[in-house]
C-alpha cells in the first residue's frame, strides 16, 4: 500500500480527524491533539487493584479447617471462607470473592483467637463440640455450607498501599434489617 493510499484509508476510517501535510507528506494528528488540548496526563489503570467489599452479605460457609502457616514458623491457624450469596445493603461482588479469616491458635493470643472462632461460629447459629480439641476440630464439617451474615467494610493501615478486608459476623436478625427490595442475590 503507497502512502497516498494508506492516507485516503485514514480520512475513511477517521473522517472527524485532520490531516495536515509535513514535508511533502500527509500526517494524521486530530486524535492526540484532541487528548493533547484537553490536558491529557496518562494514568496507571487501576482494574484488578484489591477494593473491599463495604457493605452487609448473606454468606455460605466453605471452608472451616485447621492449617500450618509456613511462612510464620509452622504457626497452628484455623482456616474460615465465607462465600457471598446475597448483597443485603452494599457493593456488589464478583462470583470468585470470599471473606476469609485466620484465627491462629499458637502464641500468646491463642485462646483469645479461639474465643473469637467459637463465638463467630455461634453467632452464627453454629454450635461444635468443645469437649476436646480432637472433637472441635471433628465437628468442623458441620459448618460448611452454613448460613452466616457478615458486615463488611475495608481498612488501610499506615505505611500499606493496600487496603485489608476486614468483616465480623453478625446475628441473622441484625443482619435482616439491612435487607431491603434492593439487595442482590447472586
Same mark, same amino acid.
Given at each position: 500500500m ?20 509535513? $514535508? ?9 491533539d484532541?487528548?493533547?488540548n ?21 454468606c $455460605? ?5 485447621p492449617?500450618?502457616?509456613?511462612? $510464620? ?18 457493593d456488589?461482588?464478583?462470583d ?16 483469645? $483467637?479461639l474465643?473469637k ?13 468443645l ?14 455450607g452454613a448460613?452466616?451474615f457478615?458486615r ?11 487496603p ?18 434492593n439487595?442482590l442475590?447472586?
Amino acid at each position: 500500500m503507497t502512502l497516498k493510499e494508506a492516507i485516503e484509508m485514514a480520512k475513511k476510517v477517521f473522517p472527524n480527524s485532520t490531516i495536515i501535510e509535513c $514535508n511533502d507528506r500527509e500526517i494524521d494528528m486530530g486524535l492526540l491533539d484532541n487528548l493533547k488540548n484537553a490536558g491529557f496526563k496518562p494514568e496507571a489503570n487501576t482494574d484488578g487493584e484489591f477494593k473491599p467489599l463495604v457493605g452487609s452479605y448473606e454468606c $455460605n460457609i466453605t471452608v472451616l479447617r485447621p492449617e500450618v502457616d509456613k511462612k $510464620n514458623n509452622n504457626a497452628k491457624f484455623y482456616q474460615l471462607c465465607l462465600k457471598p450469596v446475597v448483597a443485603l445493603e452494599g457493593d456488589a461482588f464478583g462470583d470468585k470473592f470470599e471473606f476469609k479469616k485466620r484465627y491462629y491458635v499458637d502464641g500468646d493470643k491463642a485462646t483469645e $483467637n479461639l474465643q473469637k472462632l467459637i463465638n463467630d461460629l455461634f453467632t452464627a447459629g453454629i454450635e461444635l463440640d468443645l469437649s476436646s480439641d480432637a472433637a472441635f476440630e471433628a465437628d468442623f464439617p458441620k459448618a460448611i455450607g452454613a448460613k452466616a451474615f457478615v458486615r463488611s467494610w475495608g481498612w488501610k493501615p499506615e505505611g500499606k498501599d493496600q487496603p485489608t478486608q476486614m468483616f465480623v459476623i453478625q446475628k441473622e436478625k441484625v443482619a435482616a434489617k439491612k435487607k431491603n427490595e434492593n439487595s442482590l442475590t447472586f
